[in-house]
């Protein structure tokens, strides 16, 4: 079984430029969390979806948007880049809920210059 | 929100060494794992584990849910075990109960 697929894998981008991420969680999986990892703030959460509604948001700003489709593939939209953007974006999957195992992608390393 | 402390934050071991990596965690929860970050960033899943004992190999992990902590132990390591060991969290149904919150992890540095 495929694992979680997160595209593109490095990107980089300019201060003011946007940038959409994706991510196509395991087979069968139904919910989707995105977490942002720098070195100062560590692993934090983004936001999770489930049925292309957003189950909960964690506490960035709006610039930070995302949008789950009907095959459970997700986007995560990041407007008007900021120098303090630059991290590694990390999906995961899992078949519900945040109570059972979350499986991670690769990740998609973002630097903004 | 709930608060994940891990311990220690840095260890230096000699191949072959045994090590134990703590995990204290704030609050009840409904999910625990254990995942292995290496250094080109891929986070593997090692243990799913909020409650008991398992082992996959050399690795094994204990979460005792009453007193909110988990054990990651490694037996034998290896040079490949290098990397950042994070624990991670959620709460039970509430707010907080679709995210994981993990802690500020172990960096793990094995030498031959």
């Known amino acids: ?113 | 929100g709930i608060q994940v402390e891990q311990s220690p934050p840095d260890l230096i071991l000699q191949e072959g060494a045994n090590s134990t990596l703590r995990c204290n965690f704030s609050d009840s929860v409904n999910n625990l794992q254990w995942f292995h970050q290496n250094p080109w960033g891929q986070l593997i899943n090692l243990f799913y584990i909020p409650s008991g004992t398992k082992q996959n190999g050399r690795l094994s992990a204990t979460t005792v849910a009453t007193e909110r902590y988990s054990l990651l132990y490694i037996s034998s390591s290896q040079t490949t075990d290098s990397g950042v060991y994070f624990c991670a969290v959620s709460t039970h149904p509430g707010a907080g109960s679709y995210q994981l919150t993990f802690g500020k992890g172990t960096k793990l540095s094995v030498i031959p």
Not at chain 1, 4 to 20: A, D
Not at chain 1, 39 to 49: A, D, H, I, K, R
Not at chain 1, 52 to 62: H, I, W, Y
Not at chain 1, 75 to 104: I, K, R
Request: proline letters at 4%; aromatic letters at 10%; charged letters at 15%.
């Open chain 1, 1 to 113: 079984k495929a694992g979680v697929t997160q595209t593109p894998r490095y990107l980089i981008k300019t201060r003011g430029q946007q940038v959409t991420l994706s991510c196509s969680p395991i087979s069968g999986h139904r919910s989707v969390s995105w977490y942002q990892q720098t070195p100062g703030q560590g692993l934090q959460f983004l936001f999770e979806y489930f049925s292309e509604t957003q189950r909960n948001k964690g506490n960035f700003p709006g610039r930070f948007s995302g949008r789950q489709f009907s095959n459970s593939r997700s986007e995560m939209n990041v407007s008007t880049l900021e120098l303090g953007d630059s991290a590694l974006y990390l999906c995961a999957s899992s078949l519900l809920s945040g109570s059972q195992p979350q499986h991670f992608g690769d990740g998609t390393r973002l630097s903004i210059l």
